[in-house]
C-alpha cells in the first residue's frame, strides 16, 4: 500500500472511530432508571455496543496502519504505541461486554416483577461504576499513552506540523488528567470539567485525520531516510 492510501485510510479510520465513539452512547443506560430504560429500549443499547465495538476496531486499526511507518524513526516507542492502542482495544471489548451485561439484568429485572429493592440494584451498580471505570478511566489512560509516543514520534521528526504534534501532547495530557479526576472521585463523568478537558483533544483528532486526509505525511522526512534511535528522540 502506498503512504498516500495508508495516510488517506488512517485519516478515514480516525473520523470513523470518533463517530462510533459518539453514537456508542446508550441513554437508556446512562439514565437514573436504567433497569426499566435498558430492556425497553434494547435495540439502542445493541446498537451502542456494536458502534463501540467498531470504535475500537478502528483505532486499533489506525496503530496498525501506522506502525510501518513510525518504526523507522523509533521502533521502541512504535512497539509502545502499537502496545497500548492493542490494550485500549481489549478494554473497549470489556466496556462493550458491561453494556450488554447491563441489558440482560435490566431483562432480567422486569421478568422478576421489578422488586423495590433486591440484588439487581447492587449488581447494576456494580456494572455501571465498572463500565465507567473501564470505558473513562482505564481505556482512556493506556489510550493516551500511546498516544504520547505517537505524538512525541510527530513532534520530533515532522511528519505533521508541529503545532499539531504539539497540541496532541497538551491534549493527551489534559485527557489524562480528566481520566485521573474521575478515578480519584474529584470529578464526575461527563461533567463540565470533564468536557472542557477532553475537548481539545476530541477537537484534535479530527483535525489531525482532515490533514491526514487532505495532505498526508511530510514526505520529505519519509523517504529522506531520517532514522533516529531512542537516544535521539
Same mark, same amino acid.
Given at each position: ?8 485510510? +488512517?485519516?478515514? !479510520? ?13 441513554? +437508556? ?6 433497569? &426499566? %430504560? ?12 456494536? &458502534?463501540? &465495538? ?15 511507518? !513510525?518504526?523507522? &524513526?523509533?521502533?521502541?516507542? +512504535? ?8 490494550? @485500549?482495544?481489549? $478494554? ?10 447491563? !441489558?440482560?439484568?435490566?431483562?432480567? $429485572?422486569?421478568? @422478576? ?6 440484588? $439487581?440494584?447492587?449488581?447494576?451498580? !456494580?456494572?455501571? @461504576? ?27 521528526? %515532522?511528519?505533521?506540523?508541529? *503545532?499539531?504534534?504539539? *497540541? ?40 489531525? +485525520?482532515? *490533514?491526514?486526509?487532505?495532505?498526508? $505525511? ?8 531520517? %532514522? ?6
Amino acid at each position: 500500500m502506498s503512504l498516500r492510501k495508508t495516510t488517506i485510510i +488512517a485519516g478515514l !479510520l480516525f473520523i470513523i472511530g470518533t463517530i462510533a465513539g459518539i453514537l456508542s452512547i446508550a441513554p +437508556a443506560i446512562d439514565a437514573s432508571d436504567y433497569l &426499566f %430504560k435498558a430492556s425497553a429500549n434494547a435495540n439502542q443499547v445493541i446498537i451502542a455496543s456494536i &458502534f463501540q &465495538f467498531i470504535m475500537a476496531v478502528a483505532y486499533v486499526g489506525f496503530a496498525f496502519l501506522m506502525y510501518p511507518i !513510525l518504526r523507522k &524513526f523509533n521502533e521502541g516507542l +512504535a512497539i509502545g504505541f502499537i502496545g497500548f492502542r492493542f490494550i @485500549a482495544g481489549v $478494554f473497549n471489548i470489556i466496556g462493550v461486554i458491561a453494556i450488554l451485561l447491563l !441489558l440482560i439484568l435490566s431483562q432480567e $429485572f422486569i421478568k @422478576a416483577g421489578a422488586p423495590d429493592s433486591s440484588y $439487581f440494584h447492587t449488581l447494576g451498580v !456494580l456494572l455501571r @461504576a465498572g463500565r465507567d471505570l473501564v470505558n473513562h478511566v482505564a481505556m482512556i489512560l493506556v489510550h493516551s499513552l500511546g498516544g504520547l509516543m505517537l505524538y512525541y514520534i510527530f513532534y520530533k521528526t %515532522k511528519l505533521v506540523p508541529r *503545532w499539531l504534534s504539539g *497540541w496532541g501532547l497538551i491534549g493527551t495530557v489534559l485527557t489524562m488528567l480528566a481520566s485521573l479526576l474521575v478515578m480519584f472521585q474529584f470529578i464526575d463523568i461527563i461533567t463540565p470539567i470533564y468536557i472542557v478537558l477532553s475537548l481539545p483533544m476530541a477537537l484534535l483528532e479530527m483535525i489531525l +485525520a482532515i *490533514w491526514l486526509i487532505v495532505k498526508g $505525511f511530510n514526505t520529505s522526512v519519509i523517504y529522506s531516510g531520517y %532514522k533516529c534511535g531512542i537516544a535521539k528522540l
